[in-house]
């Protein structure tokens, strides 16, 4: 059973958007706990910019030129040995993974695999 349409205001413009019967079915099935805060253009607009998003799991650095406002921090491969930079504070005992050899953990081919 369809519920019916509801009218929403977006958090960040203030317009009024439909959520529709359809969409919150869509919703529903996907197990998504919470209905959308913001309308489709503020949607695509957060996504164009970047934010609360980031493509692959990685951002951009600061010392490539990107626009982030993470805080990266200096570690040690546990694979390769090499010096790298990533977006969290690693933790002692665990393992911290250059970009490639966690691409390689990733894809499930396991660590110097080829």
């Not at 059973?1 to 977006?10: P, S, T």
């Not at 009024?16 to 019967?21: D, K, L, Q, W, Y």
């Not at 607009?45 to 805080?71: F, N, T, Y």
Request: net charge positive; glycine share 12%.
């Amino acid at each position: 059973m369809l519920e019916n349409d509801k009218v929403i205001k977006c958090r960040d413009c203030g317009e009024e958007f439909v959520f529709t019967a359809g969409e919150q079915a869509f919703y529903k099935e996907r197990g998504f706990q919470h209905e959308p805060t913001r309308c489709r253009r503020c949607r695509d607009e957060k996504k164009r910019q970047g934010v609360g998003a980031v493509a692959g799991g990685l951002s951009a650095s600061p010392m490539s030129g990107g626009m982030s406002s993470r805080e990266f921090h200096e570690a040690v491969c546990s694979s390769c040995g090499v010096t790298t930079q990533v977006p969290f504070k690693p933790t002692a005992g665990k393992p911290v993974y250059c970009r490639d050899c966690f691409q390689s953990v990733r894809a499930g081919r396991g660590v110097g695999a080829s």
